[in-house]
C-alpha cells in the first residue's frame, strides 16, 4: 500500500510540475516573442509580438501578418525538456524539422536544419515575463 500511495504521489507530482519550456520566448535580436504553450498533447509556439523589421522582411517572405504565426509546429516531447518538431521561417516562407531544449529557467535552444543535417543553424532564445 505504501508503495502504490508512493507512487501515485509521485505521478500526481510529475502531473502537476510546470513545463520549464512553455512560457514567452525572445530570439537573439530581441525582434520576436514567441509564447510556447501546449497544442493538444504537443506544443507549439505562435509570435505574440514582432518589431517593425521582423514584421517587413516576414511580409517580404510571404506572411503579411506575423504576429499570430505559428513559428514552433508539431513539436513532440523527444525526452525531458527537449522537444522535436518543424519551425516555420516567415522571413523566407520555409517550414524545416527543428529541436527545441531547455538550457536552464531562462533559456532555450533552438536548432533546425535544411534536409538531413544539412545547413543547421542554433539559437538560444531568452525567456521574458508573460
Do not use: Y
Not at 114 to 127: A, D, E, Y
Amino acid at each position: 500500500m505504501a508503495v502504490l500511495a508512493a507512487l501515485a504521489a509521485s505521478s500526481t507530482a510529475a502531473a502537476n510540475t510546470p513545463e520549464r519550456s512553455f512560457g514567452v520566448w525572445s530570439n537573439p535580436k530581441g525582434s520576436v516573442h514567441v509564447r510556447a504553450e501546449p497544442c493538444g498533447d504537443r506544443m507549439c509556439g505562435i509570435v505574440v509580438w514582432a518589431n517593425d523589421k521582423a514584421k517587413a522582411d516576414a511580409a517580404r517572405g510571404g506572411s503579411p501578418q506575423l504576429v499570430g504565426v505559428t513559428l514552433f509546429r508539431d513539436f513532440e516531447r523527444s525526452r525531458p525538456d527537449v522537444w522535436r518538431g518543424r519551425v516555420f521561417v516567415p522571413d523566407i516562407g520555409k517550414t524545416f524539422t527543428g529541436t527545441i531544449s531547455v538550457i536552464d529557467a531562462a533559456h532555450l535552444e533552438g536548432k533546425g536544419c535544411l534536409l538531413g543535417r544539412i545547413g543547421c543553424r542554433s539559437q538560444v532564445w531568452t525567456r521574458i515575463a508573460d
